[in-house]
């Protein structure tokens, strides 16, 4: 079981403004700046024990081809929500929020991030519920 995923970045400063913005949606908030301020720990609340998602600088980054990070919603509203803040944050669209064809209700956007890291939302819960014979 993981603890937690951390990316390194080009630019913290940076960085710390896209994933402020992106993952508030989705109910992940900055918790803690460290290593002088070169690094940053995301997590569900401020104090919180362990985190869910870290950013460290670390220089020149080249994402890795084919990985991306795929983040929880707890609904579709936040999937688009979490597509426009990427947007309007510096982020690159990668696929728009909609269903896709892993499952009936597998809801998600895809985006990347200043340095090209490729992140994705998802929900997984049905528009509404299904109906048992």
Not at 90 to 110: K, N, T, V
Request: glycine share 12%.
């Amino acid at each position: 079981m993981l603890d937690h995923v951390s990316l390194g970045v080009s630019d913290i400063v940076r960085s710390r403004r896209f994933y402020d913005a992106v993952l508030r949606p989705i109910g992940l908030v900055r918790t803690v700046d460290f290593r002088g301020g070169k690094g940053s720990d995301y997590g569900s609340s401020p104090g919180q024990t362990g985190v869910a998602f870290t950013i460290t600088e670390e220089g020149p980054v080249v994402p890795s081809r084919g990985s991306h990070l795929c983040f929880r919603a707890p609904d579709r509203a936040a999937v688009a929500d979490f597509h426009a803040a990427a947007i309007r944050a510096g982020g690159r669209d990668d696929g728009a929020p909609g269903l896709r064809d892993y499952h009936a209700a597998y809801y998600a956007a895809f985006v990347r991030d200043p340095d090209g890291h490729r992140i994705e939302a998802v929900c997984h819960a049905p528009e509404a519920p299904e109906t048992a014979a």
